[in-house]
């Protein structure tokens, strides 16, 4: 068995046996402990305040979303409505956050830190400028006198993928909290948790958006920049990693509208591309390559721009089939994009399964909204947002609400 390298919350030759029993006989609190606000608070400001933070815009999201008038509107809507129970939070909580995406350890955490819980986090070994810099975040944080409250409830840790190690953590927590792909919390569900934990999971998910052509020809030139804006942070901030960033674009309108508007939005984009210069390695550009090649070897995309070169960034594919299994494995991410029209927006529903999460729109009623919402197939789409609000984090995930989830009820006796 490996050892784990703590990163906070326990000295370095610290027993795992230790560190747990520790965490283990920390009383759940009520959520939204004056204490803890008090530190979240704190983080906030120091996140937003730090000279580094111009190198992290998708770090900054996360400070802003933790300020202090953001946490008062998340208290008061879960504010008991009665007097019949109890909030409080279910004990040591384990997260096992994702390599791709820096910050979700951050929200996983502190919502659950929120909601009175204990926390373990393991963290990817994968280095990252960004996980270094909130850990030093944090550390200067705990640090201040805000931090003596919460600093023996928390240890962040980071160790290789071992089994035996996940699974002594997993028997003493009572929440366990998995962000990762299909195989990561297929294998992380085949080891036991106590009878009385429970446990949320956040597997793979594929996102899209949709855009009424129309729209995108009544633009102006400073709207349609703003679009493609909005668009490239809801892309390219994590390569295209996010579970919510979009993968398929959806042109909603005639044949002919929707060539125009494609025709009049990817200059756009690539105007965008030239300004923010996103990191575009060899590996992402050979993985462009090698999944157009894929798609069109099964028959399933072709080039949506003829004679443009290949692995051009961004790579454009258009779907020749239904969004199925295959077309959703073989999507590598990195500025690729698979393209579809369709004469109105309640006919994606058939393009979509309970794999998608985020459908980012641009230029829709409320009506066509829900007409397509009416039509979807189970459990597919989780939230429709504005492009641009595609990689903004909410307390309700993947349909969970995490307070709620994080938290428990304890009956009381009537006053």
């Known amino acids: 068995m490996t050892r784990p390298r703590y990163l906070l919350g326990a000295a370095p030759d610290a027993r795992l046996e230790e560190v747990l029993q520790r965490l283990s006989v920390q009383p759940a609190w009520q959520p939204f402990d004056e204490r803890v606000l008090a530190f979240v608070r704190r983080f906030s400001q120091r996140l937003l ?14 400070g802003h979303w933790f300020r202090g008038a953001q946490l008062r509107d998340l208290a008061q809507r879960h504010a008991p409505q009665a007097g019949d129970h109890l909030l409080l ?8 956050a994702p390599s791709n995406v820096d910050s979700v350890f951050m929200y996983s ?8 819980n204990v926390n373990l986090v393991r963290v990817s070994q994968q280095p990252s400028e960004g996980q270094d810099f909130l850990v030093e975040m944090l550390r200067s944080t705990l640090d201040e006198d805000v931090g003596d409250a919460v600093r023996e409830r928390f240890v962040l840790l980071t160790y290789a993928h071992d089994e035996q190690l996940t699974r002594q953590i997993s028997q003493a927590c009572m929440l366990r909290v998995v962000w990762g792909g299909d195989a990561t919390v297929q294998a992380i569900r ?41 668009f490239f942070n809801d ?5 295209q990693q996010a ?9 909603i309108g005639t044949d002919e509208a929707a060539e125009a508007a494609a025709a009049r939005f990817w200059p756009a984009l690539r105007q965008v591309l030239a300004r923010r210069q996103p990191q575009d390695s060899e590996a992402a550009c050979m993985a462009r390559l090698a999944a157009s090649f894929e798609f069109a070897a099964a028959g399933l995309a072709r080039p949506a721009e003829p004679g443009m070169p290949a692995a051009a960034l961004p790579t ?21 994009f698979l393209e579809l029209q369709l004469p109105e927006l309640a006919a994606l529903a058939a393009h979509l399964s309970d794999k998608e999460q985020t459908l980012a729109v641009h230029g829709f009623s409320r009506e066509a909204l829900l007409e397509l919402v009416q039509v979807l197939p189970a459990r597919a789409l989780d939230r429709l947002c504005p492009i641009g609000q595609a990689l903004a984090f909410a307390p309700t995930w993947d349909g969970v609400d995490l307070i709620s989830a994080f938290s428990r009820k304890l009956l009381l006796p009537p006053p």
Do not use: N, Y
């Open 243 to 251: 579970c919510s960033s979009p993968r398929l674009v959806a042109w």
């Open 190 to 230: 085949a080891i036991a948790l106590r009878p009385t934990a429970v446990e949320v999971c956040f597997p793979d998910r594929f996102s899209a958006c949709a855009i009424r052509a129309q729209a995108v020809l009544e633009a102006s030139d400073a709207a349609l920049d703003q679009l493609a804006a909005d």
């Open 89 to 96: 939070g279910r004990g040591l909580a384990f997260h096992l």
């Open 49 to 62: 305040t730090s000279p580094e933070i111009r190198r992290f815009p998708e770090l900054a999201a996360l």
């Open 316 to 336: 454009r594919l258009r779907l020749e089939s239904l969004l199925d299994a295959e077309a959703r494995a073989l999507h590598c991410g990195h500025g690729l």
């Open 235 to 239: 892309a390219f901030w994590f390569a």
């Open 109 to 116: 955490w502190l919502l659950s830190l929120l909601a009175g």
